[in-house]
C-alpha cells in the first residue's frame, strides 16, 4: 500500500534529451509537491499544485514543467536535459496545503535522475 | 533572509544513549515547525509538526521543543537505536507565503552498536 509512489527510481540519460518523471499518491490529498535534493542534501522545493493549479513555483528553469492530469497525480517534465540537473527529485503530498498550514507532507521514495 | 541552520553536521553516538539536535531559523512570519526523518535512498517521513503555541511534542522516542522567541528547536532521541542512523532535517515554514517552507541542510546521524 505505497502512499506516495515515483517512478522510475532510476533514471540514466544524456546531456539534452527530455524525460519524465512520474508521480501517483492514494492518499486522497490535495496539494501535491515536487522537490529536488542535491548533492548537499538540500531539499528544495520546486512546485506544487492544488486542485490541478500551480500554487508554488520556485525559480526554476522553464525546461521544468509539472503536469496534473488529476489530483492524484503530477509528473515532471523536463526538456533538453543538463548535468546540473542530476539529483534526487522527490514527490509528496499533503492533505490541506495554505489554510492550518499544520499538514503533513507525506514523500514518495525519490528519482535519482543522473545526466551524462 | 530565510534560512534554518541545524547542528551539529554529523553526529556518531552509541546504542542506547540519547542525543540532542539543533534547529535555529529566521523564517518569519513563523507558521510551523517540523522535523523529518530521512533514511539513506528513501524520502524523508514526518516525526513532528509544531506551531508557535506548541513548546514540546513528542513521538515516542523523539521529543522536539520549540522556542519561538529565540527561534530555536531541538529534537531529542532518548534510547537511541541502530534504527535511528538517519538524517534529519528540520524544515520551517512561513505563514504569510506558500513558497516559504525552508529545509535545513539535515544533521547526519549515525548510531554504533
Known amino acids: 500500500d505505497t502512499a506516495v509512489s515515483q517512478t522510475p527510481k532510476y533514471l540514466v540519460t544524456q546531456m539534452g534529451n527530455d524525460k519524465s518523471i512520474k508521480c501517483e499518491q492514494n492518499?486522497?490529498?490535495?496539494?501535491m509537491y515536487w522537490y529536488k535534493q542535491d548533492s548537499k542534501k538540500f531539499l528544495k522545493i520546486m512546485f506544487s499544485?492544488?486542485?490541478?493549479?500551480?500554487?508554488i513555483n520556485e525559480t526554476v528553469p522553464n525546461r521544468f514543467s509539472p503536469k496534473s492530469p488529476d489530483k492524484a497525480h503530477l509528473n515532471l517534465h523536463i526538456n533538453s536535459l543538463e548535468l546540473g540537473d542530476s539529483a534526487v527529485y522527490f514527490c509528496?503530498?499533503?492533505?490541506?496545503?495554505?489554510?492550518?498550514?499544520?499538514?503533513?507532507?507525506?514523500f514518495g521514495p525519490g528519482t535519482r535522475l543522473t545526466v551524462l | 533572509k530565510n534560512q534554518v541552520e541545524q547542528s551539529p553536521q554529523s553526529l556518531i553516538i552509541l546504542e542506547g544513549k540519547n542525543c540532542t539536535l539543533q534547529?535555529?531559523?529566521?523564517?518569519?512570519?513563523?507558521?510551523?515547525l517540523r522535523w523529518y526523518k530521512q533514511d539513506t535512498g528513501r524520502g524523508p517521513v514526518s516525526l513532528t509538526i509544531?506551531?508557535?503555541?506548541?513548546n514540546t511534542k513528542s513521538n515516542g522516542r523523539y521529543t522536539a521543543t520549540l522556542d519561538a522567541d529565540t527561534k530555536q528547536s531541538s529534537l531529542h532521541i532518548t534510547a537511541s537505536q541502530l534504527s535511528d542512523s538517519a538524517s534529519y532535517i528540520c524544515v520551517v515554514s512561513a505563514y504569510s507565503s506558500a513558497s516559504k517552507i525552508i529545509f535545513g541542510s539535515g544533521t547526519r546521524l549515525s548510531i554504533r552498536p
Open positions: 534547529c535555529n531559523y529566521t523564517v518569519s512570519p513563523f507558521s510551523n
Open positions: 492518499l486522497g490529498h490535495d496539494t
Open positions: 499544485y492544488n486542485n490541478k493549479e500551480l500554487i
Open positions: 509544531m506551531t508557535f503555541s506548541e
Open positions: 509528496a503530498s499533503s492533505q490541506d496545503f495554505g489554510r492550518a498550514r499544520i499538514d503533513t507532507q507525506y
